[in-house]
Nanobody
Framework: QVQLVESGGGLVQAGGSLRLSCAASGSIFGITTMGWYRQAPGKQREGVAVITTGGSTNYVDSVKGRFTISRDNAKNTVSLQMNSLKPEDTAVYYC?????????????WGQGTQVTVSS
């Protein structure tokens, strides 16, 4: 099992910045992709940004140029720097980690952290 602990959410005005962090612990061997998802009220959860072990990244179009994902493989952490925040970025943000173990793929989720952007 992998445990994920998120931090860094909060309330910010439009145009402001926040940094989310997620620390993985437990059975961390075999972790591959790490990423962030978000879910706004009444909407489906969507992928925001992902990063591979080698550092390749991918972002949803709505955050390109504003958000930056990074990871520290030695510390098993993943972060999301969010700049130029907009009210539509308001959501619960979830850390996501994927792991391969004994030929099987496993997915783990953090508990979620609220990000609220006021206009």
């Amino acid at each position: 099992q992998v445990q994920l602990v998120e931090s860094g959410g909060g309330l910010v005005q439009a145009g402001g910045s926040l940094r989310l962090s997620c620390a993985a612990s437990g059975s961390i061997f075999g972790i591959t992709t790490m990423g962030w998802y978000r879910q706004a009220p009444g909407k489906q959860r969507e992928g925001v940004a992902v990063i591979t072990t080698g550092g390749s990244t991918n972002y949803v179009d709505s955050v390109k140029g504003r958000f930056t994902i990074s990871r520290d493989n030695a510390k098993n952490t993943v972060s999301l720097q969010m700049n130029s925040l907009k009210p539509e970025d308001t959501a619960v943000y979830y850390c996501n980690v994927r792991r391969t173990y004994s030929g099987a793929y496993q997915t783990y989720w953090g508990q979620g952290t609220q990000v609220t952007v006021s206009s």
